[in-house]
């Protein structure tokens, strides 16, 4: 995006790319259905130290100018639940539109390229396992940590750190929980269970869809506040949202008075979900059994399941990294160092890491614009 908009402007451009294929992140998104923006991109969608940085370049370039960009080079799509929009056919077709501009331009992209060294003089100074370049710009554009196997590499931070630009510590961030101990073996017997839930921690809450697997805790609901938990966190569960439990519990203890508790439970959530939650005899109850007290506790039980996970995948799995470059050292408007002219960052390797659902590739394209345009107005 950066490369196709420089160029656009008029400007050399050199694209040097240690992976074998260009995209090749783009190309696994979303199933291999790329979704590759969110119609309600806001910049209340994006996490940051600075949560106002990204607003300047999300004005400049965004979701409905990528769209016009799908709609101008005649990619079907399609939308999901919260403004998702996926291709209808292939995450190709997303990468084609990008490189086709790049070519347009003269762009030059050399992939299987590492790169050993970079310095500053009168220009910046890359050697690469192609040869040396000089450039009057520099756009570290190398992601985060996310997804080893897939290529990425801590390189962006190297960088930053080689210039003196402060860090905010990454850390893995859209990515499944796991648990030790009882929790975990607890958790593992409800392997392939998804529910629909409210899931909060530190003041954040989501509400989509749980996933127990073999390892802990996963699906959107998890994968969103995990960016938001801190090791030591709990996270409270409201495992059924849509409904006033504690008038149901009420309704039902009039309604079926010699009912067992772990039955009128296993017509709200999933039989083994209720053993677990139930493991201390109290589903044996008959309604009529249970006091008023008895009931709140069982709806607060319900409403906030307080779990503490041990720990995330880690980058293995994670979607996206969290934190990275201070935006403080960048300008909002440009993406360039404030203290070493003509170095760009832009992309998940700054201190902006998006919601689920299509946010980081807007940031990856609005980011990537801001520079190109920014690059070419030097």
């Given at each position: 995006?950066?490369?196709?908009?420089?160029?656009?402007?008029?400007?050399?451009?050199?694209?040097?790319?240690?992976?074998?294929?260009?995209?090749?992140?783009?190309?696994?998104?979303?199933?291999?259905?790329?979704?590759?923006?969110?119609?309600?991109?806001?910049?209340?969608?994006?996490?940051?130290?600075?949560?106002?940085?990204?607003?300047?370049?999300?004005?400049?370039?965004?979701?409905?100018?990528?769209?016009?960009?799908?709609?101008?080079?005649?990619?079907?799509?399609?939308?999901?639940k919260h403004g998702q929009l996926f291709c209808d056919d292939s995450a190709r077709d997303i990468l084609e539109m990008l490189l086709a501009p790049c070519r347009q331009h003269g762009v030059t992209i050399k992939l299987n390229s590492s790169i050993?060294?970079?310095?500053?003089?009168?220009?910046?100074?890359?050697?690469?396992?192609?040869?040396?370049?000089?450039?009057?710009?520099?756009?570290?554009?190398?992601?985060?940590?996310?997804?080893?196997?897939?290529?990425?590499?801590?390189?962006?931070?190297?960088?930053?750190?080689?210039?003196?630009?402060?860090?905010?510590?990454?850390?893995?961030?859209?990515?499944?929980?796991?648990?030790?101990?009882?929790?975990?073996?607890?958790?593992?017997?409800?392997?392939?269970?998804?529910?629909?839930?409210?899931?909060?921690?530190?003041?954040?809450?989501?509400?989509?869809?749980?996933?127990?697997?073999?390892?802990?805790?996963?699906?959107?609901?998890?994968?969103?506040?995990?960016?938001?938990?801190?090791?030591?966190?709990?996270?409270?569960?409201?495992?059924?949202?849509?409904?006033?439990?504690?008038?149901?519990?009420?309704?039902?203890?009039?309604?079926?008075?010699?009912?067992?508790?772990?039955?009128?439970?296993?017509?709200?959530?999933?039989?083994?979900?209720?053993?677990?939650?139930?493991?201390?005899?109290?589903?044996?109850?008959?309604?009529?059994?249970?006091?008023?007290?008895?009931?709140?506790?069982?709806?607060?039980?319900?409403?906030?399941?307080?779990?503490?996970?041990?720990?995330?995948?880690?980058?293995?799995?994670?979607?996206?990294?969290?934190?990275?470059?201070?935006?403080?050292?960048?300008?909002?408007?440009?993406?360039?160092?404030?203290?070493?002219?003509?170095?760009?960052?832009?992309?998940?390797?700054?201190?902006?890491?998006?919601?689920?659902?299509?946010?980081?590739?807007?940031?990856?394209?609005?980011?990537?614009?801001?520079?190109?345009?920014?690059?070419?107005?030097?």
């Amino acid at each position: 995006m950066c490369a196709a908009t420089a160029a656009a402007q008029g400007q050399s451009v050199l694209i040097v790319d240690h992976a074998d294929k260009a995209g090749k992140k783009i190309l696994i998104s979303g199933g291999g259905r790329c979704n590759f923006t969110n119609r309600f991109t806001d910049s209340k969608n994006f996490i940051s130290a600075n949560p106002h940085f990204c607003k300047s370049a999300l004005a400049r370039f965004s979701a409905y100018d990528f769209i016009d960009m799908v709609e101008t080079a005649d990619i079907s799509y399609h939308e999901r639940k919260h403004g998702q929009l996926f291709c209808d056919d292939s995450a190709r077709d997303i990468l084609e539109m990008l490189l086709a501009p790049c070519r347009q331009h003269g762009v030059t992209i050399k992939l299987n390229s590492s790169i050993s060294s970079i310095d500053k003089t009168d220009q910046f100074n890359i050697e690469t396992t192609q040869g040396l370049f000089s450039a009057d710009a520099l756009v570290i554009a190398t992601g985060g940590l996310s997804i080893p196997k897939m290529g990425a590499t801590p390189f962006g931070i190297t960088i930053a750190k080689q210039f003196a630009l402060n860090i905010n510590q990454p850390v893995a961030g859209l990515v499944p929980f796991t648990f030790t101990g009882i929790e975990k073996e607890s958790l593992k017997s409800l392997a392939g269970i998804s529910l629909d839930v409210t899931v909060s921690c530190r003041n954040q809450a989501f509400t989509e869809a749980m996933l127990f697997t073999h390892r802990g805790l996963s699906g959107p609901a998890i994968l969103q506040i995990s960016s938001y938990w801190k090791p030591g966190d709990a996270i409270a569960i409201n495992l059924l949202p849509d409904m006033n439990i504690h008038e149901q519990l009420i309704s039902k203890k009039q309604l079926r008075p010699d009912a067992q508790l772990s039955t009128i439970l296993s017509e709200l959530l999933p039989k083994r979900l209720v053993q677990i939650l139930m493991k201390d005899g109290m589903g044996e109850n008959k309604m009529r059994q249970l006091s008023d007290k008895q009931l709140q506790t069982i709806t607060t039980l319900l409403q906030s399941w307080q779990l503490k996970p041990n720990g995330t995948e880690g980058y293995r799995t994670a979607e996206v990294t969290v934190g990275g470059v201070d935006t403080n050292e960048l300008s909002s408007k440009t993406l360039q160092s404030k203290k070493i002219p003509g170095l760009y960052f832009i992309g998940e390797v700054v201190d902006v890491t998006g919601h689920l659902g299509g946010f980081n590739f807007q940031w990856a394209w609005s980011s990537g614009y801001a520079a190109g345009i920014a690059i070419s107005q030097r």
